[in-house]
């Protein structure tokens, strides 16, 4: 079952290679896409692929190396020293677990080999076996072709649930036979081609008073941009909310320039322009700041009949890929090599207001007037909210439950967000036959399914959004590739998420401030005209303007629509649904998964196949 792989090679990407002969076909077709190679110490290849030569660091000694590729502090000296010392995988583990950044960690010991990826998942792993061999790498697309992976219809079918939250089948790849590995895990390949999934991260105690949390978060995340601007002449960087405030006013502070860029929107009550201008008014950087008008900005839905990124997964980031790259074309035209955003903020700062299911049976004095506090302020039903907190179903029994309502009305709009996740739906126009593929998926997982992290409700919800959102991140990074600029979202660094996750949740996590860790951590650093600022812009204008200036667009993804020919939804069902008045916040977003699964299909039709392996 599924469609034959349409495969190319994207402009970057890397695959991990066992020091086997037995991988010698893989090799063969991994050399065609290739640019640059490492060798193994037998001199078989290690690691293939293209990658830019600033962003990977090697360190060798005798028979064991170690690679670090992207965004991190370490050098060859240090690299090829730990490599010396090392006897096992395992034995890397403090090393991989102190660098600060955004990296993939692979080393090969006494030929052994450990590939390791980033917590919230910016930095994803990938791996599939074919016969002997597995390897692994950073994109799915590139570890199917290789293998002849076929389409897995059924995967693709999950990708229509709205929200994209549901732990574990949300971040499955779209092939058969290829699956990612867990941010908390890295992967070893031994030499005789056995994989196996080794745990190195647990998430940290939240008991960090907020004074120390705070000092803790600002000295990571100063790490973090640091990591990015040092010995570079120049850069760009989002300057909008509160989170890309900080991450800006961090990199002004060294010695690059930093061109700022802030998005006016259709809403007059969308203040970003207004605070933006007040923070490079104070830092003195106004000549820096480029203000782009709304009218210069595409809407939602805009080119999607025209969209051909080399994805590796459906992303939701489609319905706004035109609206995120124009800043991007505007980073490319200055010859920045890098853009920094604040993207991964709000899951950090703000925290779930889930963390108050477990606080209540464990400090009920603690958590009432916080939870009074988010009923007011979002407007729940306090019968809503008793009944999630008494709902003490462990995440085995709700993903049973989300199976058995796939089909039902979306949850109220002020459902309190209590529970393990907002349970996602199917669109009305989603086949049966998808409906049933999605509950076989979801009840054969419900057997071993564990929360991320171990833990309650707050910190699943928080890690899923994470997954969610760094999925964005990626994309957004696939997408500007060929412009030759990386993105970078420093909140999603390691070090970051540790930082932030430590510090107690009772005051982290409050309906009475608006991001408190942000706020103390900046101290000093964002200007106080800018630090107090307590409001968040959003683009629901931009939706629902788009939404009537494109429907033409969504009318013809209607037709010859490649999830129809597949059998995944009724074409009819969305065409009447597309040709509606339908509201952002609660319709129209409906059409977001879709709209990507589409558009993805289509764009990888005119991949070339994988080369043939020469005989």
């Not at 993903?399 to 949850?411: E, G, I, K, M, T």
């Not at 030759?484 to 660094?493: F, I, L, N």
């Not at 860790?517 to 101290?523: F, N, P, S």
Request: include cysteine.
């Amino acid at each position: 079952m599924g469609l034959p792989p349409s495969f190319s090679f994207p402009p970057l990407w890397f695959v991990v290679l066992p020091d086997s002969d037995a991988a010698a076909e893989i090799v063969t077709r991994a050399r065609a896409g290739a640019d640059q190679e490492i060798a193994h110490s037998s001199g078989r290849p290690w690691l293939l692929g293209r990658w830019s030569q600033e962003l990977l660091t090697l360190g060798v000694a005798g028979t064991s190396r170690i690679a670090v590729l992207g965004e991190h502090t370490t050098n060859s000296a240090q690299l090829a020293k730990a490599a010396a010392a090392a006897d096992s995988p395992e034995s890397l583990n403090s090393l991989a677990s102190r660098l600060s950044g955004s990296f993939h960690f692979v080393a090969s010991v006494a030929g052994d080999i450990r590939v390791q990826g980033s917590i919230a998942g910016l930095r994803r792993v990938f791996h599939g076996e074919s016969g002997p061999v597995t390897i692994a790498g950073d994109r799915a697309d590139v570890v199917a072709g290789l293998l002849e992976r076929e389409l897995d219809e059924r995967r693709l079918a999950v990708q229509l649930l709205t929200l994209g939250l549901l732990h574990p089948l949300s971040d499955r790849p779209v092939w058969h036979g290829v699956d990612d590995l867990p941010g908390d895990h890295w992967l070893e390949l031994t030499a005789k081609g056995r994989a196996r999934q080794v745990r190195w991260w647990t998430p940290p105690q939240p008991d960090l008073p907020m004074a120390e949390g705070a000092a803790r978060f600002r000295d990571a995340l100063a790490a973090a941009v640091d990591v990015r601007t040092r010995g570079r002449r120049l850069l760009t960087a989002d300057l909008g909310g509160l989170d890309s405030t900080a991450v800006y006013c961090l990199a002004a502070r060294g010695d690059a320039r930093v061109i700022s860029y802030t998005a006016a929107t259709h809403d007059s009550l969308g203040d970003d322009v207004h605070w933006a201008r007040r923070t490079v008014g104070a830092l003195e950087q106004t000549e820096n700041h480029h203000v782009v008008p709304a009218a210069r900005i595409p809407l939602t839905f805009d080119g999607l009949t025209e969209l051909d990124d080399h994805l590796d997964a459906p992303s939701l980031m489609t319905v706004d890929r035109n609206r995120r790259m124009s800043l991007l074309r505007l980073a490319a035209e200055q010859g920045s090599p890098l853009h920094l955003t604040g993207l991964g903020g709000d899951e950090l700062l703000a925290g779930s207001s889930a963390r108050l299911h477990g606080m209540a049976a464990t400090h009920p004095r603690n958590a009432v007037p916080l939870l009074r506090g988010y009923t007011a302020k979002y407007g729940w039903s306090r019968r809503r909210v008793l009944r999630q907190l008494s709902d003490r179903r462990p995440y085995r029994s709700w993903l049973r439950q989300v199976a058995d309502d796939l089909r039902a009305p979306p949850q109220h709009p002020q459902e309190p967000l209590l529970a393990w996740s907002t349970a996602p739906r199917l669109p009305p126009w989603a086949t049966g036959d998808a409906a049933e593929a999605v509950r076989e998926l979801i009840t054969a997982e419900a057997d071993s399914a564990e929360p991320l992290g171990g833990g309650g409700h707050g910190l699943h919800r928080e890690l899923v959004t994470m997954r969610l959102v760094s999925q964005f991140a990626r994309h957004i990074g696939q997408m500007a590739a060929p412009l030759g600029v990386a993105c970078a979202a420093p909140y999603y660094d390691d070090r970051v998420v540790e930082a932030a996750l430590a510090v107690d949740d009772r005051e982290r996590i409050t309906p009475y401030r608006y991001k408190p860790l942000i706020v103390e951590a900046m101290r000093g650093i964002v200007p106080e005209e800018s630090r107090s600022r307590a409001t968040k812009a959003n683009a629901t204008l931009e939706e629902e303007a788009g939404l009537r200036e494109h429907r033409d667009q969504l009318l013809a993804l209607c037709e010859q629509s490649r999830l129809g020919e597949l059998g995944l939804i009724d074409v009819s069902a969305l065409r009447e649904w597309s040709g509606r008045p339908l509201a952002a916040e609660s319709e129209s977003e409906l059409l977001h998964p879709t709209v990507a699964c589409e558009v993805w299909l289509r764009s990888h039709e005119s991949r070339r196949p994988p080369p043939s392996a020469v005989t």
